[in-house]
């Protein structure tokens, strides 16, 4: 297993050459920092990819070009072994925000010409001074909003520019004690537990047993922010649970736990069934359907206090005959494009 602070020095560095490179130059920056096996699983349309030039070629440089310059706004970075493999690999976790200036198309979305957030959570696996895998996981549907795009219905909670950590210290550059970020993902675990055992079905004294009163939960576009238990059950648990029907939990690929930070992500989580039209956009109740799933916590002593979490509900929707991408497009065209 790869040194902890080891794997995060990787990190920083390949983010300091990325963010910093060209379109032309990020297929370098790749190569240099990537095994020549590398995998990439990627929100939709991207999906997953094989090889840096691949990642470079379909991702890195069109969003390049397109939101140039790119600044990387990072709340929360941590690095820990894996707990679902046996803690033989090394993985470090950054989110945040990339800013850019939206002034080119990209994935058929017409730019503002303003700046924009997309909204970023990426795992690298880290093995021998290289990258051997990564996970980026985007809110696109963020975008859309912040073009101002007709085809999301309003969020059942609060839609804005997630912040980071309440407490300012999601940037865990230093090294942590081992037993805190055990004891985060040991929490972390007895939530997503007993969620599953009950089939995804949340209550008001199920939360008090895991989370802060005033907790918070930072959602992805589509859904929102929602704050306290209260908030949380109004403004996503329960509009969620009514439009879906839980069918099976899938694993996860990691689970990490470093200091009071932890998380998780699959590829996919869940599989659901739409059944009360899930965002307005879904009525189908016949259809089964995979989520990608990211979580990430910020554990205050006994109990999680916040929560930020990604859904790729792009390629989610698009399994449902819901293709948000082409929705946009067609709604967005002129008129004589049509004729």
């Known amino acids: 297993m790869t040194d902890l602070q080891d794997a995060k020095a990787l990190v920083v560095e390949f983010y300091k050459d990325l963010d910093a490179a060209s379109p032309e130059e990020v297929a370098q920056?790749?190569?240099r920092y990537t095994t020549s096996d590398y995998r990439w699983r990627g929100s939709h349309p991207f999906n997953e990819l094989h090889g840096s030039q691949s990642v470079s070629h379909l991702f890195w440089e069109p969003f390049k070009e397109a939101f140039e310059p790119i600044q990387r706004r990072e709340n929360i970075f941590f690095a820990s072994p894996n707990r679902l493999d046996g803690e033989t690999t090394t993985w470090v976790c950054?989110?945040?925000?990339l800013l850019g200036h939206f002034h080119s198309p990209w994935i058929?979305?017409?730019?503002?010409?303003?700046?924009?957030?997309?909204?970023?959570c990426e795992f690298h696996r880290v093995e021998d001074g290289k990258i051997q895998e990564s996970a980026l996981h985007i809110d696109i549907m963020g975008i859309l909003l912040q073009v101002g795009s007709r085809v999301i219905p309003e969020a059942t909670?609060?839609?804005?520019?997630?912040?980071?950590?309440?407490?300012q210290d999601?940037?865990?550059?230093t090294e942590q004690a081992p037993v805190e970020g055990k004891a985060t993902l040991d929490l972390i675990e007895r939530m997503i537990h007993r969620l599953i055992d009950t089939g995804v079905k949340t209550t008001i004294e199920d939360l008090k047993l895991d989370w802060r009163d005033d907790m918070l939960w930072w959602g992805p576009a589509g859904i929102g922010a929602s704050y306290t238990q209260q908030g949380y059950l109004k403004g996503h648990t329960r509009p969620f649970e009514d439009g879906l029907e839980f069918i099976r939990h899938n694993g996860h690929i990691v689970r990490l736990g470093e200091?009071?930070?932890?998380?998780f992500f699959g590829y996919p989580s869940l599989t659901m069934r739409a059944t009360g039209g899930y965002m307005g956009l879904?009525?189908?109740?016949?259809?089964l359907a995979d989520m990608r799933i990211v979580d990430l916590y910020r554990r205050d002593g006994d109990r999680?206090?916040?929560?930020?979490i990604f859904i790729d509900h792009l390629w989610f929707l698009k399994q449902l005959g819901v293709d948000l991408l082409d929705r946009h497009i067609k709604l967005s065209a002129p008129v004589e494009a049509f004729n």
């Open 108 to 120: 058929g979305i017409a730019p503002h010409h303003k700046m924009a957030f997309l909204r970023y």
């Open 29 to 31: 920056v790749l190569q």
């Open 282 to 287: 879904t009525s189908d109740g016949d259809k």
């Open 94 to 97: 950054s989110m945040g925000h």
């Open 259 to 263: 200091g009071n930070y932890g998380g």
């Open 170 to 173: 999601g940037l865990l550059l």
């Open 157 to 167: 909670g609060f839609v804005t520019i997630t912040p980071g950590p309440q407490t």
């Open 304 to 308: 999680l206090a916040e929560n930020w």
